[in-house]
Each structure stands twice: as structure tokens, then as C-alpha cells.
């Protein structure tokens, strides 16, 4: 039970990594128009978590040796909550590139801590076939966003973007307390 414990908190934050990053894409076609973007801003956002998970990638594995990989696990997605939260308040194309990017390296520091963490805990005659669940689980996130996206995009508002992005704290929120 433990076993199976640790495998759907950490594959819950890869479902939330997904579905960020698939979201933008459905949304990217309402935000355009809204915030007045040019192909730089464009090209910008759509890179900007991409960019962040680079950089995350590269430091969480370091931070989280020196918290520990329980406290970084919470921190993580608290930050991916409340960045979440705050793509909906954003006014211009800078404010939402620089959200997006921290989103990134909240994102990345999910899989720097993630997967070492069933690594950790998992039998070994388990740890594979889990840790492959890590990526499947990935992409059901990012297909749930894009279907949740295109129901969201139908349903009209000016500002239905801003529900689109910051829809991502409600999968987080959900794993939050599954992982306390």
C-alpha cells in the first residue's frame, strides 16, 4: 500500500506537469488577440515554461538534497499552485512570460524530485514499470487539458483564458492534499 502510495502522489504531479503545458497550447489562441501579442510574444510564452523546466531541472536536484525531498515535494506544488492562481491576474505578455517561466521551474523541480523519490521508496522488481507510469501519466495530463481547453474555449467570456490557466490549481490542489 505504501508502495502504491508513493507511486500515485508522485505521478499526480506529473499528471499536473501535463496539464499545464497542454493547456497553453489551446489557450495561446484566446491570449494572442487579448494581450495584443506579436510572433515574439508568441514564441516567447509558448517556450517560457519550457525555459523554466530547464533551469528547474538543473537546480531542484540540489535544493532538494538540502531540505529534503518530503519538504521540497510540498513546496513544489504549493508554487505550482499559487503561480497557477496567478496566471489569471496577468495584464501584459511580460507578466505572463515571467509566471509561466517560475511555473517552469516548479515543473522541473517536479521531475528532478519526482522521479528520484520512487527510485527511492519503490522495490526494485517495481521501480520500472512505475517509473514508466511517471511518463504515461504526463501525457493523460496533457490530453485532459487540451479536452478540458477546447469544452473551455466553446463556452465564450473575454476572459476564458485566464479560467484555462489558472484551471491548473485544481488537479494541484487535489494531489496537494492526497501528498500532505
Not at 506529473?14 to 494572442?32: K, P, Q, S, T, W
Not at 533551469?55 to 538540502?66: H, N, P
Not at 522495490?123 to 487540451?146: D, E
Request: aromatic residues 12%.
Amino acid at each position: 500500500k505504501f508502495h502504491l502510495r508513493v507511486a500515485a502522489f508522485t505521478t499526480g504531479g506529473m499528471f499536473i506537469d501535463g496539464y499545464i503545458l497542454g493547456m497553453i497550447g489551446i489557450a495561446m489562441v484566446l491570449i494572442g488577440p487579448k494581450l495584443g501579442l506579436n510572433p515574439f510574444w508568441e514564441g516567447m510564452i509558448g517556450s517560457s515554461a519550457l525555459i523554466g523546466i530547464f533551469l528547474g531541472s538543473l537546480m531542484f536536484g540540489w535544493v532538494t538534497d538540502r531540505i529534503g525531498r518530503k519538504n521540497a515535494f510540498l513546496v513544489d506544488l504549493i508554487a505550482m499552485i499559487v503561480l497557477s492562481i496567478l496566471q489569471f491576474f496577468v495584464t501584459d505578455p511580460t507578466q505572463l512570460f515571467i509566471v509561466r517561466v517560475i511555473l517552469g521551474v516548479a515543473i522541473g523541480a517536479e521531475y528532478a524530485i519526482g522521479a528520484a523519490f520512487m527510485s527511492e521508496f519503490l522495490p526494485r522488481k517495481q521501480r520500472g514499470t512505475l517509473l514508466a507510469c511517471l511518463n504515461a501519466v504526463w501525457t493523460l495530463g496533457f490530453v485532459v487539458a487540451v479536452v478540458i481547453g477546447i469544452f473551455m474555449q466553446h463556452s465564450g467570456g473575454d476572459d476564458i483564458w485566464r479560467w484555462m490557466l489558472a484551471s491548473s490549481a485544481v488537479p494541484a490542489i487535489i494531489v496537494l492534499f492526497l501528498r500532505w
